[in-house]
């Protein structure tokens, strides 16, 4: 009798060995297939570079770098290829709030100004009603004031300061906004409370803790040559463009990371926080972190909800949220001049991705996202990268259409109403800063902020076509106003006007 028990036994460990070693390999099969996917999308997509980590069921199963740093080279991306985290930095930020609040320094009803007390913002009442949670979920009202520093080179103290000048474009949490600005006043509060720069903290706080040696808090940072260089498609060709750095407003979007490092902090965020030593915030905090806080709108939300039948849609602290196939699907994208991210988790199947690529706006990031949802998880083989290029690709040509239209219709046969050297001076505007514009080998050269150059050439009357050294930069159209006594009174770019000082 214990002979056949002890058979059985025997039997019933074999059978568990064999259905290991049969999951083992089903695991094995996917990431093969998935990977053989990630392939051929890419030379659809046109996107020199990528590099993908995946965590499942808390284990890291899968980093692998794709394709080149830097098209026409041999430089091959891999697992340690920095590249930029752009908006998926604000996740962290959140965290580094979180970590505070934990320690008793601050809580999410805090008033701002009781920190920062310099904050001034248009509207008296958000000034002073704006909370610590605030910062974090794109309510305030204040719409989206990313020409301080994209188009600008202000710092973070100079920007905070024009902040009072932008005009909300909805009423104090009524609606949601995407705002950068906002994150990097969040990092602000945790440097006045911490008294450490938000870079330092949050290397201490989080990088060092989960072992990411390999991440840096700010672009400048990143000196090593293995790094991804920004890709854009112009005229169908894809180009190297330069690199843009959003060091201005760094808790919003600065980090840059590698495959290698960002999937143990994918892994950490699955787990309720927890790493190898500890936790970085508590349990409860970390739901809270991820629980719905804005209902988003349609209009601000990913074009793929159309494709993915969201049902709701939402915003956490750091994270937008949408439904998929039952389950609930925190993700953030990034997104800089000719780079691209995207972090997605399904904390209910403890499942997670990231995904960076070296061309602007590839939106393959968000195809493969929901090919592995289907791959590893929930079933389903929708060929999600045909599909939203398909789709991406109808979007791309109704905007261009809706470009076309906007194409001032030329009056030929007209002049300058002045010499061109008139035309040439300092033109100003509170908000937006400056254009410096001189006469060079008989062409008008504009300047805005020293930072956007452009050749001015004629168009009509007192309109000149812009085009801009940033080959990626699409052609504008800018005008000169003339005062009661005929000479040049301000300037005017896409609805913006300029003063002439100089």
């Not at 389950?327 to 995904?355: E, M, R």
């Not at 002045?418 to 400056?434: K, M, P, Q």
């Not at 930072?451 to 004629?458: D, M, N, Q, Y």
Request: hydrophobic content about 40%.
């Amino acid at each position: 009798m214990r002979k056949y028990i002890f058979l059985f036994f025997l039997a019933l460990l074999a059978s568990g060995v064999l259905i290991a070693q049969k999951k083992k390999m089903t695991l094995n099969d996917s990431l093969s297939q998935f990977d053989a996917y990630v392939t051929n999308a890419m030379k659809d997509w046109k996107v020199p570079g990528m590099a993908i980590a995946i965590v499942k069921d808390n284990r890291v199963v899968f980093t692998k770098g794709y394709g080149v740093r830097e098209l026409g080279t041999d430089k091959m991306v891999d697992t340690k290829t920095y590249f930029a985290c752009a908006s998926t930095t604000k996740a962290m930020t959140a965290v580094c709030m979180a970590i505070l609040k934990d320690e008793g320094k601050v809580n999410w009803d805090d008033r701002v100004i009781d920190y920062l007390p310099e904050l001034q913002l248009y509207d008296p009442y958000v000034t002073r009603e704006l909370r610590i949670r605030d910062l974090f979920i794109h309510n305030s009202g204040v719409g989206n004031a990313d020409y301080l520093w994209s188009d600008n080179i202000l710092t973070s103290d100079e920007i905070l300061k024009k902040m009072k000048l932008v005009k909300p474009s909805y009423s104090f949490r009524s609606s949601f906004i995407y705002q950068n600005i906002f994150y990097m006043i969040a990092g602000k509060v945790i440097e006045k409370i911490s008294g450490k720069p938000w870079s330092d903290y949050v290397k201490e706080k989080i990088f060092i803790p989960l072992g990411m040696n390999h991440t840096k808090a700010l672009a400048s940072e990143v000196t090593d040559e293995n790094q991804a260089m920004p890709h854009f498609i112009v005229d169908g060709k894809v180009i190297m463009i330069e690199k843009d750095l959003a060091d201005p407003i760094a808790p919003a979007g600065a980090v840059n990371s590698c495959a290698d490092d960002i999937a143990l902090w994918m892994k950490c965020m699955i787990d309720s926080s927890k790493y190898e030593k500890g936790r970085l915030v508590q349990p409860d905090t970390w739901k809270y972190l991820l629980h719905p806080q804005t209902i988003v709108a349609d209009a601000e939300f990913y074009p793929t909800q159309y494709l993915t039948h969201a049902n709701f849609k939402t915003y956490g602290m750091g994270w937008f949220q949408q439904d998929y196939k039952g389950y609930k699907l925190n993700f953030h994208t990034g997104s800089l001049d000719g780079a691209t991210a995207i972090h997605a988790q399904l904390p209910d199947k403890q499942f997670g991705i990231y995904i960076f690529g070296n061309l602007d706006h590839a939106e393959l990031r968000h195809a493969l996202v929901f090919k592995a949802l289907d791959f590893f998880e929930l079933g389903g083989n929708r060929d999600w990268s045909t599909d939203m290029l398909h789709f991406y690709d109808s979007i791309k040509a109704e905007n261009k259409a809706r470009e076309a239209k906007d194409i001032p219709v030329q009056v030929v046969n007209t002049h300058p109403s002045l010499a061109l050297d008139s035309y040439t001076g300092r033109y100003e505007n509170e908000l937006y800063g400056f254009v410096e514009i001189v006469l060079a080998d008989g062409q008008l050269k504009a300047s805005f902020n020293t930072k956007i150059r452009c050749t001015l050439t004629h168009y009509h009357y007192d309109t000149f076509k812009a085009v801009y050294e940033k080959k990626e930069y699409p052609a504008s159209y800018i005008s000169f106003h003339l005062d009661t006594n005929g000479k040049i009174k301000e300037l005017e770019e896409d609805g913006i006007l300029f003063e002439k000082t100089k």
